[in-house]
Each structure stands twice: as C-alpha cells, then as structure tokens.
C-alpha cells in the first residue's frame, strides 16, 4: 500500500502558474512511477505527466510544453509545475504512484485524494 499526500492547489487566473506536490509514504519497496493524473467535470480521467524512477519522462499533448513533472526519489516526492495555465487546465489533479508499471499505462495502481486546480478567463 501507498499513501499519496498533494499539495497546492487553488485558484489562478489564466496565464499563471502553479506548483502542485506529492509525498508518498515510506515503503520497503522503491516505486517505479510517480506522477499527475486530472479530471475535469463532465471528462474521463487522464494522465497529464509521469516519470520513472529512472528518470524517464511523458506528458500528454495537452499540457507538453507547458507542464514540467519532477521527483525527489529519496523523498518519495513528485511535484508538476503548471505554467501558461488555461481555463480548460481546470481540474481535480491526482497524484499517481506505481510500483511495476512504467510510462503510458492508465491502470496505476494508486491515486491521491486529489487537489482542485481552477484557472479562471
């Protein structure tokens, strides 16, 4: 089991910026991916950014350009840093962690509380 904390959600206008961030709890196992998940109202869920334990990195077309997704391995923690946000970025973003998959996979196995991201015209 992992336990996913985000932070830093809130209310931005558009062409602002956000940092949201991730910690995941303490496991006998290194996870292998980490990363930021979203959905918005009346949408399916999609995965907007991961990154391996590795290093490997994927964003969706939506956001590529304008999100950066990071992690701190030795802290378990993932962060996304959402820049030039638009009003269709809005969206309950949800952190992402698994410990076998890699990148491109939409069944990961655990996923955050969430944090609302509202980017207001």
């Known amino acids: 089991q992992v336990q996913l904390v985000e932070s830093g959600g809130g209310v931005v206008q558009a062409g602002g910026s956000l940092t949201l961030s991730c910690a995941a709890s303490?496991?006998?196992?290194?996870?292998?991916?980490m990363g930021w998940g979203r959905q918005a109202p009346g949408k399916q869920r999609e995965v907007v950014a991961g990154?391996?334990?590795?290093?490997?990195?994927n964003y969706s077309d939506s956001v590529k350009g304008r999100f950066t997704v990071s992690r701190d391995n030795a802290k378990n923690t993932v962060y996304l840093q959402m820049n030039s946000l638009k009003p269709e970025d809005t969206a309950v973003y949800y952190c992402?962690?698994?410990?076998?998959?890699?990148?491109?996979?939409?069944?990961?196995?655990?996923w955050g509380q969430g944090t609302q991201v509202t980017v207001s015209s």
């Open positions: 992402i962690a698994d410990y076998r998959r890699g990148l491109g996979s939409t069944k990961y196995d655990y």
């Open positions: 303490r496991n006998r196992y290194s996870i292998n991916f």
């Open positions: 990154m391996t334990s590795g290093g490997s990195i």
